[in-house]
């Protein structure tokens, strides 16, 4: 669709009659009326509103984000190119790639999204939200020598700095799963390799075949969460023909990414499938899986011949086999206190590790088994009641595990009796600059920060922390301050809040954190670490406030027909900004959208009010309760004259475009379900039309819709008169059209452009005649 303008004074002169005398609910009170059924306040409320009422009617300036680097790694020595799923990025953002060895852009540009439907979502599933992270290209190469690893990378715009993501230098060669919708085809690998894939959209499969040698040794790694991703993959061998593999043994990484490997009985192909335990799926769902040969190597870290350690210690072990404990005797004084700490392989480590420690004569006192939440390697602070030997026993979680790449390195410190650390929940926080309006105002009025939108920070204490722990923040701009932050001994987290006055120029600063706090008459101070991470740096984006916003009435049309257009009004509140603004469907919805759709909408500087349009699919789930949530998006000049551009959107119940969906109001009912074609040949498809008597006297056009991946095949549309009842679109060949590994649509759409438009869809199979023939 197009972009179209609109003044303040076409706003009014075209304005639909969008409330149906008989469909819509005004609020307060209110029935909904249908043919069929009255639903009344209560009920209604209960059924279909329970969750908006809970959204928060406040507005917001959504800060930007990022849903995935795809792919999400690279081999040394190779230039890629990658796409960056960015919510809010409204066109481009600034990209930093952390690490030496890598020339990556400055910036990336949004591009066209790949985007799949997948399979129709149905209640419950269909009232959550959903979201819809928009493509930005790039292109990055990787030096020959760059360190194997992983790096960090994060994007920044005028509304802020998202927090970071990792990718992966490899020394493997790579491939890039060629997506396409459907049922999956497999797709041929030479091992050793390194799949970067999604699965993507829901339900999907992607299939991997390469070929084995009798008795070659196979192993297949999956990496995704462990680089952050929501994907919970599951990996199936068999061989090409489908046919199960016995002997297969099977791993999870302590991040829960799965792995097998196997011995090949038969020369032969194999291939393997990955998909999600759930059959979800999403643009976001990215994997790295590794296949190779032979056996897993040696684990970098080995244990010392001696177990006895003389403190500080350093030493290295390994949990080889399922259900191995490994030992570590320590000798303590009387009241003396250690700090044991367990590091595993952040990359490749499999080890979920569980660290304890006991007496002599083997009563257990003390044990650890996650750090903090979302950190699987184990920390134990322990003071001994009584001089003499100790034993520290190491072993996974799962007593099932064990292996090669389940190696760990364990530290053990002296330590004074109390101690905290502090982890920070991320690495970046946007700051929204206050202004005139708020400086005016009764500071004491002003309300508290709503929870989420500071920098949240983690405490763990060992022993016992009697005093509170003041919280400190470095490296501020100017004119920036943090609320002061106490964390008491009861507490285990705490939010720090920043504010920036009007003037201050909008920037990026590098800031850190630091907790003091008083033990046994000394004062003890700790800097604050990234969760993950390691690191102490987070990166502090002072932003704009977003002056404008749109105001609607709550309505609900419960009566919204498939492949129709809805229409509402709403009030443009400006809040002295005189720009121009565009309208347009938000990047995050508080619930699925079903594939609606929406032209962008382009304000005049003069408009205070405006009509938006969406166009609800051919194929919509009966009954559904959509909520659509509106974007205002507009360029800003800054107080010192640089550039700026922002956003609005709210999740408020008045400003959702809000409708219960019904059948469509035209069919197109193709005469067969499946056609039969030959190449370089033709099929013709005969078809009838339904209409509702709303739509007589409509003329239609018949177009063919193809999935991007299915080549060779065309049709010239059909036109139909408004009285014409069915008709018969031909279907064109070429030497290699395919593959259909999926149906094809048939969309019917009205032409006139008097009235509002209508579509309807109906999908048809093709199968070659030679396959049909083998039937």
């Keep these: 669709m197009g972009m ?149 990378w994060w994007c920044r715009t005028s509304q802020g700095s998202t927090p970071s ?263 970046a926080v946007n700051v929204v600059r206050q202004t005139d309006g708020d400086t005016a105002a009764d500071p004491k009025a002003k309300p508290k920060p709503a929870k989420g939108t500071g920098l949240k920070v983690d405490v763990t204490a060992f022993g016992a922390i009697k005093s509170d722990i003041t919280i400190e923040v470095a490296g501020l701009p100017a004119g920036v301050a943090a609320e002061k932050t106490v964390i008491n001994s009861k507490q285990k987290s705490a939010e720090i809040f920043f504010t920036a006055p009007p003037q201050t120029p909008l920037q990026l600063a590098r800031i850190t954190v630091r907790g003091t706090v008083e033990i046994n008459g000394a004062q003890v101070i700790r800097d604050a670490n990234v969760a993950g991470s390691g690191r102490r740096d987070v990166r502090l984006a002072i932003v704009p406030a977003v002056p404008f916003k749109h105001v609607g009435e709550y309505w609900v049309t419960n009566d919204q027909p498939a492949g129709a257009t809805m229409t509402k009004h709403f009030r443009l509140e400006r809040g002295g900004f005189t720009g121009p603004i565009t309208v347009q469907l938000a990047d995050r919805q508080g619930r699925c959208l079903q594939n609606v759709t929406a032209a962008p909408l382009v304000l005049s500087p003069d408009a205070t009010e405006f009509d938006y349009t969406v166009l609800y699919p051919p194929e919509v789930e009966l009954g559904h309760t959509s909520r659509i949530q509106l974007m205002l998006v507009a360029g800003m000049t800054d107080f010192d004259g640089s550039r700026h551009t922002i956003s609005h959107t709210t999740f408020g119940q008045d400003d959702q475009m809000i409708s219960v969906t019904s059948d469509g109001l035209l069919r197109i009912v193709p005469s067969e379900g499946t056609f039969t074609f030959t190449p370089d040949g033709h099929a013709a498809v005969p078809f009838t039309i339904k209409r509702h008597p709303k739509l007589a006297n409509r003329p239609l056009r018949i177009e063919l819709e193809l999935p991007a991946h299915i080549r060779d095949v065309s049709a010239q549309p059909v036109e139909l008169a408004p009285d014409a009842a069915g008709g018969e679109i031909r279907l064109d060949f070429g030497k290699a059209p395919g593959p259909f590994n999926m149906p094809v649509t048939l969309l019917a759409r009205t032409t006139d452009k008097a009235s509002e438009p209508h579509i309807a869809a109906a999908r048809i199979k093709l199968l070659p005649a030679l396959d049909a023939a083998s039937r």
């Design 165 to 427: 993501m990792r990718f992966v230098v490899g020394e493997l060669p790579e491939i890039t799963e060629r997506e396409m919708d459907g049922a999956p085809i497999a797709q041929d690998v030479t091992l050793p390799v390194t799949i970067n894939g999604r699965i993507f959209p829901r339900e999907d499969v992607d299939l991997w075949r390469f070929h084995a040698g009798t008795g070659e040794e196979i192993r297949c790694e999956v990496v995704s969460r462990s680089l952050g991703y929501p994907l919970k993959a599951v990996l199936t061998l068999t061989t090409a023909t489908g046919k199960p593999i016995s002997g297969i043994q099977k791993h999870t990484s302590r991040a829960g990414d799965p792995g097998l490997s196997f011995t090949a009985p038969v020369d032969g192909d194999y291939q393997i499938a990955i998909h999600d335990i759930a059959y979800g799926g999403a643009p976001n769902h990215v994997y790295r899986l590794t296949l190779q040969r032979g056996l897993a190597p040696a684990a970098a870290l080995q244990p010392l011949a001696s177990n006895v350690l003389t403190l500080p210690a350093s030493v290295n072990g390994c949990i080889a086999k399922p259900g191995e404990t490994d030992g570590w005797l320590v000798d303590l004084a009387d009241a003396q206190s250690v700090l044991l700490d367990i590091e595993t392989d952040k990359e490749h480590g499999r080890l979920d590790s569980v660290l304890s420690i006991f007496s002599a004569d083997g009563v257990s006192l003390g044990m650890n088994d996650d750090r903090a939440d979302g950190q699987s390697d184990s920390r134990l602070h322990f003071t001994a009641a009584k001089a003499g030997r100790h034993m520290v026993k190491v072993t996974d979680r799962f007593a099932t595990r064990g292996g090669d790449d389940f190696g760990y390195r364990l530290r053990a410190t002296n330590s004074a009796a109390a101690d905290f650390e502090l982890t920070l929940a991320s690495d």
């Design 4 to 152: 179209t303008a609109i003044t303040a004074s076409t706003a009014r002169e075209s304005r639909k009659s969008i409330r149906r005398s008989s469909s819509v609910i005004r609020h307060p009170s209110f029935v909904i009326r249908h043919p069929s059924f009255v639903i009344r306040h209560s009920s209604f409320v209960i059924r279909h509103l329970l969750a908006a009422l809970l959204l928060t009617s406040v507005s917001i300036a959504e800060p930007p984000s990022t849903a995935f680097i795809f792919p999400a790694g690279a081999q040394r020595g190779i230039g890629t190119d990658f796409r960056v799923g960015g919510y809010y990025f409204h066109g481009g953002a600034q990209f930093t790639m952390e690490g030496g060895g890598i020339t990556a852009p400055a910036e990336i540009r949004e591009v066209p999204t790949i985007w799949f439907a997948g399979p129709m979502l149905i209640e419950p599933a269909s009232q959550k939200g959903e979201d819809y992270p928009k493509d930005h290209l790039g292109r990055l190469n990787v030096a020959s020598d760059a360190p194997p690893g992983t790096r960090m």
